[in-house]
């Protein structure tokens, strides 16, 4: 019996992320990824400095109705994951590492929103932290996700 070699594996190529159109174009390009998308979430600002997105409540809630606290986690990771891998050196793939929430508040309809923002963006690690509000701007999440810098082979 013999191995068969492993497939090559190559970075994802992001356009350059000063360009104003070149976050959305990186979330056109790779998408959100299948639980993002069953769970609703829409981009509606990606760049350098922050990334915004939206996610329903409706779908989303734990039996008391309140938008499930796990929901919170996915959008802040989806939000953080894929800024670390926008901003990732060439050649490299981010890989989350933690991840906490801290919940304050409870959504039960509408949208939610999450801001993304990097608080370091180091050559091995990455901390992003993400608020997440309701329609009425309350908060009621903070999401911090740390990422760690992976060299492709």
């Given amino acids: 019996m013999t191995d068969s070699p492993a497939p090559e594996t190559t970075a994802p190529q992001s356009p350059a992320p000063g360009s104003p159109t070149a976050g959305l174009e990186y979330i056109r390009e790779r998408g959100l990824g299948a639980l993002a998308d069953r769970m609703g979430i829409e981009v509606v600002e990606f760049g350098r400095d922050r990334a915004v997105a939206t996610m329903p409540v409706a779908g989303n809630t734990q039996p008391v109705m309140l938008l499930h606290g796990g929901a919170y986690v996915v959008l802040g ?28 508040g409870s959504a039960t309809s509408g949208l939610v929103t999450g801001v993304c923002t990097p608080i370091k963006l180091g050559r091995s690690i990455t901390v ?11 908060r009621c999440s903070t999401v911090r996700i740390t990422n760690f810098y992976k060299q492709l082979r």
Avoid at 79 to 94: K, R, T
Avoid at 128 to 138: A, F, M, P, T, Y
């Fill in 77 to 104: 990771e989806t939000l953080g994951s894929m800024h670390a891998n926008f901003m990732a050196p060439e050649g490299h793939v981010a890989v989350g590492v933690d991840i906490n929430a801290t919940h304050t």
């Fill in 128 to 138: 992003h932290e993400i608020v997440v509000s309701d329609e009425q701007g309350r």
